[in-house]
């Protein structure tokens, strides 16, 4: 295979799941008509857990000590970030605190991979950090949205649930099968991916449905909204980084930096507002665009020990 030709597929690995997450959300803003399918998000979303959890191992030997420490500080980056902010502005503040909430991201484990890093440990975190907030979220959102909201914790509580832990419950059930049957279920993993672009049109659609129809958002803030995201997007790799030292750099960093947005997202469409969802909406951007880099310079970096140079021939 020619230089050209690894060059290219090294770019469509790198950049094109992001080119294509960037034209869903687009297509999604430009057609908001398609907001009358986005019931089917929920279930979109199970079904994507649902292929996660088939992979990650559940025995406790299979847990970093170190993992308890980043789901520590994912709850706490929600919760300051909202303290923070929810004098000023409590709509901002409920952006930050369902942006920096969301778990650690089911996909987290195969960009670690592609960077040769400890994939152990990051499938820990989403495990131990989807789990954890799962549970969390139910007493939270009513406390943070007030009587803006008037939600009760059992109404989160039930819908996540079904959410989170039917799929995590079938997916457990699935390793007692026979090998036949377990290989068959584990192709349908190829469509995760896919799925995920469905449901990303689908939540982009909803949001700007709610945004030209039933709220007169200005400009100025969906930039707060955007430049606030990416605030908590680089607070969020930073943290990772310095909670994992010079052993999990990296994994850590990922664990805690990429997140299952998918999940907050569609709490915010139930529960809250689009407007909310727009937070971790545009973080789907900033954590892929930080993931094609990695990506990149990891390429870039392995690139000179393929080289041979004529001499050596």
Known sequence: M???SINLKVLINTYGKVLGLLLMMVLGMLLPQFHRLSFLIQ??????LFFAFLDIDVRPSAFEKSVVWVLLTNVAVAFLGYAVLVPFNPELALVAFVTGIAPTAIASPVIIGFIEGRVEYVASSVLVTNVAVALIIPFAIPFVAGTAVPISTWEVLSAVLVVMFVPLLLARLVVHLPGNAQTVIRKGKSFSFPLWLVNLFLMSA???????????????TLIQIALLSLLICVVNFA?????????????A??????????FVIWLALTFLSPLIAMGPTFYILYHNLYNSF????????????KIVSPADQ
């Open 2 to 4: 020619s230089d050209s």
């Open 43 to 48: 279930y979109l979303l199970m079904v994507m």
């Open 206 to 220: 909803k949001a700007a449905d709610f945004i030209r129809n039933e709220i007169s958002a200005p400009v100025t």
């Open 239 to 251: 943290l990772g980084a310095l909670l994992g030292g010079s052993h999990y750099r990296q994994e």
């Open 253 to 262: 960093s990922q664990a805690l930096g990429q997140k299952n947005n998918s």
């Open 294 to 305: 990695q990506i990149y310079q990891f390429e870039r970096r392995r690139k000179p020990a």
